[in-house]
């Protein structure tokens, strides 16, 4: 490789982490400028923080890595680094604590990203780990877009009026496909050990041995669980796994949440506005438990997350795992509906141009998938960083959803991306498809 090369590679990271950086910021921008002062500073939900702590923690973790481990700047405000750390202080606490108000927490944000795009001007992109290949810019990008995507949930949380808008989805004619597609078995390269910007549960890359299954081309619609609704599935015990009823009951749970029966149609309440399920579109904010129910109920299962995997990435002619189901080019708005360009997901069988080679759609963006595994690491996984971002979720209390949504930016999205919660979780943008092994009969 020539200087020339390498001055070429330096400077098309230096504008993919300011490229990155920028469509974060802005995006916290629109989030946190859409509302009055008081819905900065309430808490939504226990679920949630306020709004104005995700803002300024999305700043202090930038000065943090970027200016203090990358930089060696002394600390701006060493004073609120407890404030700010999600470990120390659980969300529902968080409304009590000292924090900045608004126009403090919009400054101080401000200050440490100039800091952080001087220090971007120059640097080397080598020389340890961290500053590989500009690593820890593209995980601050990264950082700041899950909290932007942990902001508009607060916003569909939020009682009031609606303070965001977007275009729809382009609409989309019926999908006329098979309902499922068949997945061949036998190995696959699963997680990645080349992707720059790749977190650490995404690594190594590992061989997995994968059975022949069938998967579901699009994603569960709302008609199709719908379905299910009125057959019933809430009221029958023998389609739910024994926690998934007890939280069923003990809540009062008939519905996916914000889904609400009215003069013999249901609605739902999306950003503020209460409209007509459109039952064309994935089912969204479902939790593990229903999605695992309405899977029994329809003879199927939940995809393991190897399964999903091998369905979003691996090429049977190529005989390797691409970056995404459409190829190893970044997302463009023809594959996916993804970073809050809308604010719903598209049509079940949109988005032709990023299926995968079987035929299978919208393996990435408009809903997250839950799979049917729990979070564990990766043969030879090695936390980096720090080990609060993975690591210590590791276990059977948390599932594994895959393939972002609407809300998720493409800096935290690619066909090794793997997310988590607890299997009751509901007010995410969560939905699911199924799967059943090629043995098995229809």
Same mark, same amino acid.
């Given at each position: ?201 995404? @690594? ?8 022949? !299954? ?19 599935? !809430? ?33 739902? @309440? ?23 129910? !309405? ?24 005989? @390797? ?22 604010? @719903? ?52 209390? !948390? ?44």
């Amino acid at each position: 490789m020539t200087e020339t090369d390498v001055d070429i590679d330096i400077a098309a990271l230096r504008e993919r982490a300011l490229r990155s950086l920028t469509t974060a910021r802005d995006r916290t921008t629109l989030l946190t400028s859409c509302v009055e002062g008081p819905d900065l500073t309430a808490q939504h939900s226990p679920l949630m923080s306020p709004l104005v702590w995700d803002l300024a923690h999305i700043g202090n973790q930038e000065e943090l890595w970027l200016l203090r481990n990358v930089g060696g700047r002394e600390a701006m405000r060493p004073e609120i680094d407890s404030l700010y750390d999600a470990f120390e202080h659980p969300r529902s606490e968080r409304p009590s604590l000292p924090l900045l108000p608004p126009a403090e927490a919009r400054q101080y944000a401000a200050e440490v990203r100039g800091r952080a795009l001087d220090l971007l001007d120059g640097a080397a992109f080598s020389g340890t780990r961290l500053t590989e290949a500009g690593f820890a810019f593209g995980m601050i990008a990264q950082h700041e877009q899950q909290h932007d995507e942990t902001m508009l949930i607060t916003h569909q949380l939020r009682k009031g009026p609606q303070a965001l808008t977007a275009p729809d989805p382009e609409p989309a004619p019926p999908f006329t496909g098979p309902a499922e597609v068949l997945v061949p078995g036998g190995p696959f390269t699963m997680g990645t050990s080349t992707e720059p910007w790749a977190l650490d549960n995404e @690594r190594p890359a590992h061989r997995r041995e994968v059975a022949s !299954y069938w998967i579901d081309t699009t994603p569960v619609t709302n008609g199709r669980y719908l379905a299910f609704i009125e057959d019933g599935g !809430y009221e029958q015990e023998r389609w739910w796994a024994p926690e998934g009823w007890a939280h069923i009951r003990q809540h009062a749970i008939s519905a996916p949440q914000f889904w609400h029966r009215e003069g013999g149609q249901w609605l739902r @309440r999306r950003f503020g506005i209460t409209e007509v399920v459109p039952p064309e579109e994935p089912v969204l904010h479902v939790s593990w438990y229903e999605a695992d129910a !309405y899977a029994r109920w329809a003879g199927r299962r939940l995809p393991t997350e190897a399964e999903w995997e091998k369905a979003a990435r691996h090429h049977p002619g190529e005989n @390797r795992s691409r970056r995404y189901p459409w190829g190893d080019a970044d997302p463009a708005p023809a594959h996916a509906n993804l970073g809050q360009r809308h604010l @719903r997901p598209a049509p079940a069988g949109s988005y032709p141009q990023g299926e995968s080679p079987l035929g299978v759609r919208q393996l990435i963006g408009d809903v997250w998938e839950w799979t049917a595994s729990d979070f564990e690491p990766y043969p030879g996984f090695a936390a980096f960083p720090y080990k609060e971002y993975s690591e210590v979720f590791f276990g059977p209390e !948390y599932k594994v959803l895959r393939g972002g949504s609407f809300a998720v930016d493409q800096v935290a999205c690619r066909g090794t991306f793997r997310n988590w919660d607890y299997p009751i979780r509901r007010q995410i943008f969560s939905g699911f498809r199924t799967a059943r092994s090629a043995a098995e009969t229809v």
